[in-house]
């Protein structure tokens, strides 16, 4: 089948509208021969955002911003991702706009939820964030500065208004005086402190002296402590802690009346025993000296014994008196 010349022209028209179609796409950044996937993402304002921006999934660019259009009725503005990419990104899935750097504009980065298994469908729109750039932030944070230090400023100011009106020449004469006076009492600090230092200089010696003797108390204080710990004072201790602990046992059974010396201090019967026995005794003895010959009988003419009459307590209390 021969070709005419009108076939020949037509189909080069053809192929020559096609090249220019895929070179209009590809100097665009998209390639006819690729598959994308189209997602939107709506935003209150997209400052420094360039349609050939690129799209990123942890700072891996998977795709780029498409096209950006505006919603009259919102005001709100949408922004068309074209992504390309086998990474599931599920329905829940965020779209952040934010700046990488300080120079360069602003990016999205696409959040993916992967607890969430629901897979974006093509034309699906995300929900979009907006994270605060370096700038941003600096700007949030110097703004609160910035009324502060005008708030000083104008304290500052009234603080210098206060002094000027404070500091009338009666004050400024004041002040004068006061810093001539000071300049004064420095100066007789400085001769005293020369003074004490010629008092140093010419006691030095004794200083020297009296320090030497308190290091040698503090020498013989080692020493006594030494001593101290050398011999035992917790043996000491503990011996005297028993003997007390014995003391305090043999106490304890003198006032219960355990033992002998327990029974002597305890037992009232022998206690009138021994006080009835020395009644009679100190009797017996009264009755010695008012009546010795009834128990030393000396008789030369064989003379009859007096019958023995017991001395009673009236004798004896008459005796006394």
Do not use: C
């Not at 035992?232 to 305090?248: M, P």
């Amino acid at each position: 089948m021969k070709l005419t010349r009108e076939i020949k022209t037509a189909i080069l028209v053809i192929a020559s509208i096609l090249l220019f179609i895929w070179g209009y796409s590809f100097l665009k950044g998209r390639d006819l021969f690729t598959n994308y996937k189209t997602l939107f993402v709506e935003y209150d304002n997209v400052e420094d955002l360039a349609s050939s921006a690129p799209v990123t999934i942890n700072g891996l660019a998977v795709g780029k911003v498409n096209k950006i259009t505006i919603n009259e009725t919102t005001g709100k503005l949408l922004v068309e991702l074209q992504l390309k990419t086998d990474f599931p990104i599920s329905k829940t899935s965020t779209a952040a706009l934010y700046s990488p750097s300080l120079i360069g504009g602003k990016q999205i980065k696409i959040i993916p939820n992967l607890i969430d298994k629901d897979p974006v469908v093509d034309g699906q729109t995300l929900t979009g964030t907006v994270e605060l750039g370096l700038t941003e932030s600096l700007g949030g944070k110097i703004e609160p500065i910035q009324q502060k230090l005008d708030k000083m400023l104008v304290n500052i100011d009234n603080l210098v208004t206060g002094l000027n009106n404070t500091l009338d020449k009666n004050t400024q004469e004041n002040l004068k005086k006061t810093i001539a006076e000071l300049s004064q009492t420095m100066e007789q600090f400085h001769r005293a402190s020369g003074s004490l230092n010629s008092i140093l200089d010419t006691n030095k010696g004794q200083i020297n002296s009296a320090v030497s003797n308190l290091n040698k108390m503090s020498g013989n204080f080692n020493k006594i402590s030494d001593s101290l710990n050398k011999a035992d004072l917790g043996k000491t201790v503990r011996s005297l802690n028993q003997t007390l602990a014995k003391v305090d046992g043999l106490m304890a059974n003198l006032n219960s009346g355990k033992g002998t010396a327990g029974k002597l201090l305890n037992d009232d019967a022998l206690y009138n025993n021994l006080a009835k026995t020395s009644k009679e005794l100190e009797l017996l003895l009264q009755d010695v000296r008012l009546y010795p010959t009834r128990y030393v009988n000396v008789s030369l003419f064989g003379k009859k014994n007096k019958p023995y009459v017991a001395p009673t307590e009236e004798t004896n209390s008459t005796d006394k008196k």
